[in-house]
């Protein structure tokens, strides 16, 4: 008897849970399509592909949701179904490629299978989980064209679930026979088909670089959530993952980052990570990113300069050093070089050196690089004051708040990060906005002193926003990743913060909150 490797079905489901960070329901729906699209690219056919999602609730505040994925593409045969798709890590067929195929079933199974149900049809042949767990033969049944892949999900949908949905499917390019059924206390009436689901719109290309190629189109309306605003990044016409615009964009357009690939995911050469949330390939991911960036920046300059009509030069920067992040880098110890009234003298002394600088500043729109504001040998950070009136009667608290915010990002930021402060009077607590690549950490101080009352409140409020707007740095999107993530920094942050907290404390004693 030949020796072979096995791995436990529970095993399987578990590594499916970890592989991805977003919800099972849209990452299931990726792959089936995936599959669906590779399948029918092997078979040399268009694709007929039939995608059902259907929600329902059992009670409880509890919903089950069953996703059917029907293709007309080349399905397997028994030794395909054994050795291919119960094979953790076996793809499809490789000595038939093309530039519509990513791989097959791959590791995509793990999702899949991670379900609580599965069962595949795919010719004369049927296998469920059912099967595996029972150690049954596969069955045989009657001949039919394609594959048919079922996965039953207990996880509740969230809020973010039909967004998500809605951009993988509505995104890609791809003609997609769409049914989607909610029915439950929150269904909104959710129940519809949708026999030619996909970006049927015409995509208007402006970037092209090497490894990717830049495209906008319109809004994408559609009867489950309309897609307007969006990044959408696609592997040969598919979406993988997506990003929304930076906060304070008025970007209507969408746009996509389509890169092309041949390699399969076990390839070196292959351009998405392991789960195709993210690009893996650095020099792509940069330049991507950087576009997307670029595009956002100048509706964002737009949207300021058009609404805000009765606020003259609202956006204005201060000469000044980038500041750097402190996470991970292990360097918590108290300096010992100074006594606390001396670091407390130092730290007056740079408050009042900020405030006269800023007191002085004239209102000019900020019109040159970044480049020209960076003074690393600077005796202050870099600032952005963003539709901020500095004429208030809090303006001296409002210095002492933006010192404050800069010593909690430092400690909650990565360590060599370099970002920028800033404040404004916008109706938020704080944000994050993107000027020329860098970051601006921007906070509003009338809002964060709302409804504190003592001094240690308000540094415990700041720095779990100091958290929140760090896990952007990795995530755009506020989903189930992003909140893994601010857990994360939380956790890698906590002590640093604990050992600062007295001095953070003392520095920030003059806080006035009784205004």
């Avoid at 980052?257 to 050469?269: N, Q």
Wanted: charged share 25%; aromatic share 8%; glycine share 6%.
């Amino acid at each position: 008897m030949k020796a072979r490797t096995t791995i436990d079905p529970d095993l399987i489901a578990l590594l499916g849970r970890k592989l991805y960070s977003s919800h099972p329901i849209p990452i299931v729906v990726r792959e089936l399509l995936q599959n669906s699209v590779d399948a029918c690219s092997r078979a040399n056919i268009m694709p007929e592909i039939a995608l059902k999602v259907d929600i329902r609730h059992i009670g409880n505040d509890k919903y089950i949701t069953t996703i059917t994925c029907r293709d007309n593409g080349i399905g397997m045969d028994i030794d395909e179904l054994l050795n291919k798709f119960l094979c953790l890590g076996g793809t499809g067929k490789t000595d038939i490629r093309t530039k519509q195929t990513v791989g097959g079933f791959g590791i995509a199974k793990a999702a899949i299978m991670s379900g609580c149900y599965w069962s595949v049809r795919t010719h004369d042949l049927f296998v469920s989980s059912r099967y595996v767990s029972q150690d049954l033969d596969v069955a045989e049944r009657e001949y039919v064209d394609g594959t048919t892949v079922k996965v039953i999900i207990t996880e509740n949908p969230t809020y973010a679930t039909n967004r998500e949905v809605a951009r993988m499917i509505y995104g890609s390019d791809v003609d997609i026979d769409f049914t989607y059924r909610r029915e439950g206390p929150y269904s909104l009436g959710k129940n519809f088909n949708d026999p030619h689901a996909g970006l049927l719109l015409p995509a208007k290309r402006i970037e092209e670089v090497t490894g990717w190629t830049g495209y906008s189109v319109d809004p994408v309306e559609n009867p489950l959530f309309n897609i307007s605003g969006y990044s959408l990044f696609r592997l040969n016409g598919l979406v993988q993952f997506s990003r929304d615009k930076v906060w304070g964009s008025d970007r209507q357009i969408n746009l996509i980052v389509e890169l092309t690939s041949t390699a399969l995911p076990s390839s070196k050469e292959f351009p998405m990570s392991m789960s195709r949330e993210t690009i893996s390939n650095d020099n792509i991911s940069l330049s991507a990113h950087k576009w997307v960036q670029k595009v956002d920046e100048n509706y964002l300059t737009v949207e300021r300069n058009h609404n805000r009509e009765d606020v003259e030069d609202t956006e204005q920067l201060l000469h000044g050093y980038l500041l750097e992040g402190e996470l991970g880098s292990g360097e918590y110890v108290k300096r010992d070089d100074e006594t606390n009234d001396e670091r407390e003298q130092r730290q007056s002394n740079e408050k009042e050196a900020l405030k006269l600088k800023l007191g002085n500043l004239t209102r000019e729109t900020v019109k040159n690089e970044l480049d020209d504001y960076i003074v690393q040998d600077a005796d202050m950070p870099l600032i952005m004051l963003s539709n901020y009136d500095k004429q208030t009667d809090l303006f001296d608290r409002d210095i002492e708040i933006m010192l404050l915010w800069s010593k909690l990002l430092e400690i909650v930021i990565p360590e060599g990060y370099e970002f920028g402060i800033g404040l404004t009077h916008e109706p938020f607590n704080s944000c994050v906005m993107l000027h020329s690549g860098v970051q601006f950490f921007i906070v509003n101080p009338d809002f964060v002193v709302e409804n504190v009352r003592t001094l240690a409140g308000l540094i415990v409020s700041m720095y779990g926003s100091a958290i929140h707007e760090s896990a952007h740095i990795y995530c755009d999107t506020h989903n189930e990743r992003f909140t893994s993530l601010e857990a994360m920094i939380r956790y890698m942050s906590a002590d640093h913060f604990m050992m600062q907290y007295a001095s953070i404390k003392r520095s920030a004693k003059s806080i006035n909150l009784k205004n």
